[in-house]
């Protein structure tokens, strides 16, 4: 199937991000953010409903080739305006143009006289939002629409300045890491392109100790890609920075069952078992009789001086 498109706003060498995420062109990063979530877990193979492999294989290249480059333009602060003062441009070049252009959907020509344009074009989108990917068959055709939908609403409203992203909020950690605290060398991603970008925020967000917002991005990614050991162990790497023992054990517990070489993991696991005064799930009968009479080693550091070796300094 081609995934080419050349009607609309991509009739002027443009990629209309905003119809392959059927979105307004106004539409805030939360907007977009909620609707590409929407997409990717009906196309993304570990939360998709799709069954014949032509229709998996298909919704896999619209998810890498089409979505996760639009969400990825649109989300981004400095792409996102470079893109938007892009649209404004051709919104007042569409407006030049208006008498040469023609539309060839009747909801097109339905706004190209609408007294109300701003009503009719968002209840139009939003409608067509719901069954957007409903046919991947037809997925490029409404594509097609959508973005003649936007060429129409850029024309009338040419010199309309469309809201740049807001920069998000720095959150504090609610915990500040010793010197010794620090994860092991993170390992190149091996999820597909769909989560990759969700990883890379949430590693440099953990990089720059901001722990809560990492939280977030991890979070996310999991509601797209339940079965990423990947995203569970770094969860729970970020559960621990923040004293979530109990947390992180669960997602250290899930990464392992999921990929029992996942290096960080293994590396951790034990010592928040050790740290809640439990054994290790590998331990064997005699090792666990030996130890029943112990109690868990004191720390003068607290939880962290116990995980990590040392008193705070």
Known sequence: MSLRIDRGLFRYDFIDHHAILCVSVDADVKEIRKRYLKIARHLHPDSSAITTETEKKLASELLSKLVNPAYETLSAERTR?????????IGKRLLQESASIELTTDLGKQLASAPNVDLLYKSAIAKIAETQYSSLKEVIT???QISELNLV??????????A????KPLVNPTSTPTKDASPPPPEP???DSSI??????????????????????????????????RCHSLLAFV?????????????FDNALKLDPQDKTALAWKPKIDKALGQQPSSSNANTSANNSNKQPEKSGGGLFGGLFGGKKK
């Open 81 to 89: 305006s470079e893109y938007i003062i892009v649209l404004s441009q």
């Open 142 to 144: 409404v594509i097609s």
């Open 153 to 162: 609403y850029l024309m009338r409203t040419a010199g309309k300045t469309f």
């Open 164 to 167: 740049a992203p807001a920069a």
């Open 189 to 191: 991603p091996k999820e």
């Open 196 to 229: 990759e970008q969700y990883l890379r925020r949430a590693q440099t967000l953990i990089d720059k100790n901001q722990f809560s917002p990492a939280e977030v991005e991890l979070k996310d990614a999991l509601k797209i890609a339940p079965k990423s050991s």
């Open 239 to 251: 559960y621990l920075k923040q004293n979530k023992l109990k947390m992180a054990k669960i997602h």
